[in-house]
């Protein structure tokens, strides 16, 4: 340990109190010195252990904390080569003078000062983190939007096959991989979307990303400069509008009624936008299916207007009724709409796998902007869903989740008939995973979320899908009610419940 020659004078403080506060974090990493050594270093930062102040000897720290003498002069060396401690011959070892106090416990008082000095956002990061939600995990409740049924997935399946991939590709799952995606798993979605959404494309086309919210950033920052405007569907999804306004787009809030977005408003609002974010197939949050004249409308528009079409087709496998619909990017032939798709939604959320495929001609570029962005998604779950495809064991998947989810349904309509009658109408959807309810005149359903906050349930708050008064009419009242996730006794769980909330805001009025 370093020496100091320094004369110490009769003012030094000495730390035997240290004896009775010192404890050691056994849960943290590294052994028993690195954990002296990060206690150690706590006080000294924090200004508990001030400039000057004598340390007890290695010895008597050792018996305190019934350690060898040998761990403890690891860690005093340690403190001791980073300049936290130094030691003075035939004196002990101190706190190091030479540390800087502005490094050290600052005084109360600065406090406040001291915050004004703290790095500024700038006003386009003030912009974003008004837009961003709180962080955190969405809440796991009964009626909870964006989980899908869990229960029924075979985990045990996707277990063997992790394993099988990475024992068959070893190395190459660890190297950096191709920002367009995993070549199999390319090619496993293009031919999957054929046959299955109308979606006709060579696997060049198909990108593969963490999440369809990617696609409507990616298309925002290559498609429209800062200024332009994009249609976004009133009401619609918070987090694809939140892509599009942090890349500097002007929203125009297009109406979406029984026929899904009303293209005469669009071209009424915004003839000349450069995009437009739509899920055309099951609108959310309202369920609602464009009609094939707004299909073709909006197609019509979107080629005299020079603009493109954000496609999220983010629950089109679940339609109960028949065939899915064909995707906008089949109707077009893949000349003006980005198609999106989402494996979160048909696996589990924690995949962070989806995909886009874009007009050829626009590949390469989003190409090396995916790679720009965050380089490459993990490749090992590519591999394993390329995997799971191939085998047929994702169609499979679908095919059983269709009927379950349609089970589930009409599990919630039952109840809601025996519960919420009067309270919340709920429609069978011929689509989803979510039903939408309105409530009575004069309730809010942001009251009804406040009365369900101490409960197992919290369903979807229809107002926080509109424009947050950048629309003309006030935002409707409703509720999402997720049913995929939930077998019966928790769906009759959460209905009563509601049903006690809804109450409780009708008496507060």
Known sequence: ????SRPRTSTRRDS?????????????????????YRALQTLILSGALKSGTRLPSTRTLARHL???????????????AEGYIEGAHGSGTYVSRALERELLGKPPRRAR???QTAPRLSSRGQFIRRLAAAPGPPPLKIFAPGIPALDAFPFEEW???????SRREGRRLFYPADPRGW???????????????GVVCEPHQVIILSSARQAVDLAARLLADPGDTVWTEEPGYPESRAALEAAGLALAFVPVDGEGLSTADGRRLAPHAKLASVTPSHHYPLGTTMSLARRLDLLAWARSADAVVVEDDFNGEFRYGGRPLTALYGLDGGERVIYTGTFSRAMFPALRLAYMVSPAPLSDAFVRARGQLDGYAVAITQAAVAEFMAAGSFAAHIRRMRALYKERQDTLVELAKRHLKGALELEPSDAGLHLVGRL????SDEDVALALADTRVAPGVLSRFYG????PKPAPSGLLLNYAPWAAAELREGVIALARAIEAAARAR
């Open 1 to 4: 340990m370093a020496r100091s």
């Open 16 to 36: 035997t109190a240290l004896l009775d506060n010192l404890a050691l974090d056994e849960s943290a990493p590294g052994g028993r010195a690195r954990q002296i």
């Open 440 to 443: 009575p005149p004069g309730i």
């Open 66 to 80: 019934e350690l060898s003498r040998t761990t403890v002069i690891a860690a005093f060396e340690l403190l001791a």
């Open 113 to 115: 000062a001291e915050a």
């Open 468 to 471: 947050a008064g950048r629309t």
């Open 159 to 165: 277990r063997r096959l992790l394993a099988r991939v």
């Open 183 to 197: 070549p199999a798993l390319r090619q496993a979605i293009a031919a999957y979307l054929g046959p299955a959404r």
